[in-house]
T-cell receptor, first 110, second 115 residues
Framework: EDQVTQSPEALRLQEGESSSLNCSYTVSGLRGLFWYRQDPGKGPEFLFTLYSAGEEKEKERLKATLTKKESFLHITAPKPEDSATYLCAVRNTGGFKTIFGAGTRLFVKA | ETGVTQTPRHLVMGMTNKKSLKCEQHLGHNAMYWYKQSAKKPLELMFVYNFKEQTENNSVPSRFSPECPNSSHLFLHLHTLQPEDSALYLC??????????????FGPGTRLTVL
């Protein structure tokens, strides 16, 4: 069964304190691994798609990496506006179902 | 309008009411989705429509009834809901095909409260 586990559940950082969020996954055949950002009371905002192990993508202070078993979202020198819940999701090569993790709530204090 | 829009943004209804949620996508996509998001739980896929045809029904109770009249519009008809159905209901769309990851783009959601 396809599964996504994110850790930690919550992460509190000081402004400028770099860290990483983890997404462990099992999937029968990976079509894509996705990262989203979600602010309270809003819909998830698409960040990245990773397709194969070794792939990396960057956007501003965020960098996503992928191995055969997990993905990391690295946050470099975070700012308070980076505070949000970050969701990881995987889609397998069959069907239309995307499996989401429970998310990591990130708090960045000034 | 751009992206994915949802109306209403907030809805309060009694258990005997009938209401509908509306979603419209302006991205030219061919697949649309309904998700339920409850506090501290992962997004739960409810329904998937691909080219207006329902391809997934994730064991959703019959008090939730989806409708997809065309590739740009999606409705969720609600009747005789229970208080545990209170949640954020999210609509998403994607370009389904044989290439790419089919990443989904979400609307802002409808916050539903069932009294």
């Amino acid at each position: 069964e396809d599964q996504v586990t994110q850790s930690p559940e919550a992460l509190r950082l000081q402004e400028g304190e770099s860290s990483s969020l983890n997404c462990s996954y099992t999937v029968s055949g990976l079509r894509g691994l996705f990262w989203y950002r979600q602010d309270p009371g809003k819909g998830p905002e698409f960040l990245f798609t990773l397709y194969s192990a070794g792939e990396e993508k960057e956007k501003e202070r965020l960098k996503a990496t992928l191995t055969k078993k997990e993905s990391f979202l690295h946050i470099t020198a975070p700012k308070p506006e980076d505070s949000a819940t970050y969701l990881c999701a995987v889609r397998n090569t069959g069907g239309f179902k995307t499996i989401f993790g429970a998310g990591t709530r990130l708090f960045v204090k000034a | 309008e751009t992206g994915v829009t949802q109306t209403p943004r907030h809805l309060v209804m009694g258990m005997t009411n009938k209401k509908s949620l509306k979603c419209e996508q302006h991205l030219g996509h061919n697949a649309m989705y309904w998700y339920k998001q409850s506090a501290k739980k992962p997004l739960e896929l409810m329904f998937v429509y691909n080219f207006k045809e329902q391809t997934e029904n994730n064991s959703v109770p019959s008090r939730f009834s989806p409708e997809c009249p065309n590739s740009s519009h999606l409705f969720l008809h609600l009747h005789t809901l229970q208080p545990e159905d209170s949640a954020l209901y999210l609509c998403a769309s994607s370009q389904a095909g044989t290439s790419g990851g089919n990443e989904q783009f979400f609307g802002p959601g409808t916050r539903l409260t069932v009294l």
